[in-house]
């Protein structure tokens, strides 16, 4: 299995991106997710939607829109609640946790396979086949 986080942007105009495509992808659709995380004193939360692995093929993508939010618990937005209408229409949950800034691992990479170690840990992910 191949799991890769594919990043859309920070949030911005992406986050329509992001929308669209769990609503086109709806049946395949695993998980919604958003991970808060703080950056130069900032609260930020990343959006992520996680997609059922293709077939054939076994490969899963996470899109992603990295730390661009603000953190709805400590800044309400209208980003995130367009998230949380997706989450309605899709009848899921969003899944949220704290995880470390990006900016701390000397490459990107290196950090999505830090986010991908504790989604498979949290058996958010299925393990590597």
Do not use: W
């Not at 949030?11 to 997710?33: C, F, P, Q, T, W």
């Not at 953190?71 to 899921?92: S, Y």
């Not at 995880?99 to 991908?116: A, C, G, M, Q, R």
């Amino acid at each position: 299995m191949i799991q890769r986080f594919i990043e859309l942007g920070e949030g911005y105009s992406d986050i329509y991106e992001l929308i669209e495509i769990g609503r086109a992808n709806k049946h395949r659709v695993a998980r919604l997710m958003a991970l808060h995380t703080k950056i130069n004193g900032q609260e930020r939360t990343s959006l992520i939607i996680i997609l059922q692995p293709t077939d054939p093929g076994n490969f899963q993508p996470l899109y992603i829109c990295r730390e661009g939010i603000p953190n709805p618990h400590f800044t309400p937005n209208k980003r995130f609640d367009m998230f949380k209408v997706l989450a309605e229409e899709l009848d899921k949950n969003i899944i949220e946790f704290d995880v470390k800034p990006s900016d701390i691992f000397p490459e990107t990479t290196l950090y999505y396979n830090h986010i991908i170690g504790i989604l498979r840990m949290n058996r958010y992910l299925p393990p590597l086949s």
